[in-house]
């Protein structure tokens, strides 16, 4: 799941968006007199990101934080209002987000490789957000203490959470945003159970898994397990495995536990 309307994540000329890095605090000075509305910006360190954010930010609707693991603080962000796709792509200092209450325009937010964030706290006052990603990287293991501050999230329509785990296990925070209509979880995030909780109570919602397993086509002879199974710990097996019967008839007993 991509955020539909950031063209970041399309094909396009690069004469449409500004490529810019930044080694000190005197080459944000070239912003100046920049007339691109997009910038992908790397080499920030913190009193640069300051500057950026006070300065130069408010220029460009959609900003691109990469590889500016220096931050630690990303609070200098909750002055913007003119910002509408906002994407943080790796960083490994900060352990917070920010109070999106200012940021009025923002309507999609992408976390990429947020090493040490653990709670989302500060989502839930966004007042535009519609898309929001919090996605792990090859070779990352990302974990989110709850997904609690979802609940409170009223105008986002399409989530996508792809990381390892939720510590508290719980999916029921999704279940109480009002308008959401598109949802994609990695298949190891929670237990089965949540998934077809997820799945009885969403009926209206495109959910993606909503299935007890996922079944692949074979590539190759090499390899003889081609079925995902859905939930936490669980494993790829054989089309051919008893087991998927057992785990059809364990999905069909919690839809009708949640729809009850």
């Known amino acids: 799941m991509n955020l539909d309307y950031c063209i970041t994540w399309r094909k396009r000329e690069k004469e449409t968006y500004l490529r810019f890095h930044c080694d000190n605090i005197n080459d944000l000075k070239k912003l100046d007199a920049v007339t691109e509305t997009e910038i992908i910006i790397s ?7 300051e500057v950026f954010c006070n300065e130069y930010a408010d220029k460009f ?3 691109q934080l990469e590889h500016c693991n220096l931050i630690n603080d990303f609070s200098p962000l909750e002055k913007l209002q003119n910002l509408q796709f906002l994407i943080i792509d790796w960083n490994n200092k900060a352990t917070k987000l920010w109070n999106m209450a200012n940021n009025l325009s923002l309507k999609g ?26 996605q792990e990287g090859v070779d990352v293991k990302l974990y989110l203490d709850t997904l609690e501050p ?22 029921l925070p999704i279940t109480k945003m009002k ?6 979880l ?17 009926k209206n919602v495109k959910i993606t898994p909503n299935m007890p397993y996922i ?8 390899r003889k397990n081609n079925v995902l199974v859905i939930g936490k710990n669980k ?26």
């Not at 080499?43 to 990101?49: A, D, S, T, V």
């Not at 937010?109 to 919090?134: F, Q, S, T, V, Y």
């Not at 079944?215 to 090499?222: A, E, L, P, R, W």
């Open 43 to 49: 080499g920030l360190k913190q009193k640069e990101f």
């Open 61 to 63: 609707q959609i900003v």
């Open 109 to 134: 937010l992408l976390l990429d490789d947020m090493m040490k964030i653990k709670h989302i706290d500060g989502i839930e006052r966004a007042p535009a957000l519609e898309e929001l990603i919090i």
């Open 150 to 171: 979802l609940s409170k999230c009223d105008f986002i329509k399409k989530l996508g959470i792809h990381i390892s785990s939720i510590t508290d296990n719980s999916a």
């Open 179 to 184: 308008l959401l209509e598109e949802l994609a």
């Open 186 to 202: 990695s298949t190891v995030l929670f237990e089965t159970e949540q998934y077809a909780m997820l799945a009885a109570r969403l």
């Open 215 to 222: 079944v692949y086509d074979k590539i190759d002879n090499s």
């Open 235 to 260: 494993r790829w097996t054989s089309e051919n495995s008893p087991k998927l019967k057992q785990y059809e008839t364990e999905w069909n007993e919690y839809i009708q536990k949640y729809n009850s």
